[in-house]
């Protein structure tokens, strides 16, 4: 059996599990999942990774949500979701792809460096400003978001 990556049209619970793991926030994965390209990893029957993309600005998606199953972490499924991603930006003409991350996911920002993506700037205190909740990973109180972005 071998990893197929589609896309999906209606969100299920399992689709959900994965989208909050990477972004805690119902009210933020709703408002931007409708305008959004969704894509999902399945192994069988299962839905084991979705990655979400978003048209921002003319010629620029961003991936504004990508999740793994926890079994399967590790296993370079969030690699081949991203390298989806670059390739459905490039068959629709996008010249940009964008991802935003906290700055305490330091196996999101090793992930992503790897597959290409460069540093832009850092959105400061966004974490503070849009979640209600205070966010600990790896021991570190998350504030930061941090800007990458690759161009196609
Ligand atoms: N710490 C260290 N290295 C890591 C980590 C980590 N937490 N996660 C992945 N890596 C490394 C792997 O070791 C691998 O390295 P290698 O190429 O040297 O072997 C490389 O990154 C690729 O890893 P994959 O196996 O392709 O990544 P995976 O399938 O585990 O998915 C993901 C990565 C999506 C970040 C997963 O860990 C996950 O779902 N995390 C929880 C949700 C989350 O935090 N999502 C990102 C939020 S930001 C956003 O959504 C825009
Ligand atoms: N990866 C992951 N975690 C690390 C790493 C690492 N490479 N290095 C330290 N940590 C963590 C430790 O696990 C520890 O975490 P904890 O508090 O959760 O237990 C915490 O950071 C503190 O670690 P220390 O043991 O106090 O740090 P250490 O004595 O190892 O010194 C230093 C860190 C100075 C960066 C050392 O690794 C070093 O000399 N590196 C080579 C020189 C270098 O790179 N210097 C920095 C260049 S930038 C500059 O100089 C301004």
């Not at 084991?48 to 010629?59: F, H, K, S, Y």
């Not at 991802?99 to 460069?118: D, N, P, V």
């Not at 974490?127 to 690759?150: A, G, P, T």
């Amino acid at each position: 059996m071998s990893v197929i990556i589609e896309q999906f049209t209606m969100a299920t619970n399992s689709h959900y599990e994965l989208l909050l793991d990477a972004d805690p926030s119902r009210k933020i994965v709703d408002s931007y999942l409708s305008k959004s390209h969704r894509i999902e990893a399945r192994w069988g029957l299962q839905i084991i990774g979705v990655i979400i993309l978003m048209p921002t600005r003319p010629e620029t998606l961003e991936i504004v949500n990508i999740a793994v199953n926890n079994d399967f972490q590790n296993q370079g499924i969030g690699r081949l979701l991203i390298e989806y991603a670059l390739e459905y930006a490039r068959e629709h003409k996008f010249k940009t792809v964008e991802i935003g991350t906290g700055s305490t996911s330091l196996g999101s920002l090793y992930l992503y460096q790897k597959c290409g993506f460069r540093m832009t700037h850092i959105d400061r205190d966004y974490f503070s400003r849009h979640y209600d909740e205070e966010i600990i990973e790896n021991k570190i109180v998350l504030r930061d978001m941090v800007r990458m972005s690759q161009d196609v």
